[in-house]
T-cell receptor
């Protein structure tokens, strides 16, 4: 299965701190994507990293991919209250999502 | 805004009834996927349509069916509704292949 498993399940931090969440998967992939979901709404695509890339940046987001360990991490720097959401990884880009990491940023 | 719309926003149905949910994809996107998301869970893949043909299916029974139309709209039909069908239903459109998906805001279905 290409389903990703996010860790931790929940994370609570103070505004301004960095947030790191991880994703593990089991099969070989061509790319991995991260999505954000605000409460009860649709998912928003954040970033795509391809299998031949080890690290990618987008604004305050930094994503790493270690294909040998079948894992990825998402770092959000200088977090804001508006970053409060659930974050999902999608190994292979689509179809299979885990239960997500619920991030709460306390103002 | 992703350019993907869904209707209705909320819906209440009775067990045993049938329901049709609608999605309008982003213009030019020939692929649409449907997901079911129960409270506190991640989205579960129902099926995908590519150029009006079913192109993949998750672990959902045949009473979940769909259609995709040439004008980039699509439908999810669920027959013989069960209480466990209560969930947020999301559609997502994309270009060819496993590129990024653009999600709609979802339809919240409650089955009583």
């Amino acid at each position: 299965s290409q389903q990703g498993e996010e860790d931790p399940q929940a994370l609570s931090i103070q505004e301004g701190e960095n947030a790191t969440m991880n994703c593990s998967y089991k099969t070989s992939i061509n790319n991995l994507q991260w999505y954000r979901q605000n409460s009860g709404r649709g998912l928003v695509h954040l970033i795509l990293i391809r299998s031949n890339e080890r690290e990618k940046h987008s604004g305050r987001l930094r994503v790493t991919l270690d294909t040998s360990k079948k894992s990825s991490s998402l770092l959000i720097t200088a977090s804001r209250a508006a970053d409060t959401a659930s974050y999902f990884c999608a190994p292979g880009g689509q179809f299979y999502f885990g239960t997500g990491t619920s991030l709460t940023v306390i103002p | 805004e992703t350019g993907v719309t869904q209707s209705p926003t909320h819906l209440i149905k009775t067990r045993g009834q049938q329901v049709t949910l609608r999605c309008s994809s982003q213009s030019g996107h020939n692929t649409v996927s449907w997901y079911q998301q129960a409270l506190g869970q991640g989205p579960q893949f129902i099926f995908q349509y590519y150029r009006e043909e079913e192109n993949g299916r998750g672990n959902f029974p045949p009473r979940f069916s769909g259609l995709q139309f040439p004008n980039y709209s699509s439908e999810l039909n669920v027959n013989a509704l069960e209480l466990d069908d209560s969930a947020l239903y999301l559609c997502a459109s994309s270009l060819d292949g496993p590129d990024e998906q653009y999600f709609g805001p979802g339809t919240r279905l409650t089955v009583t």
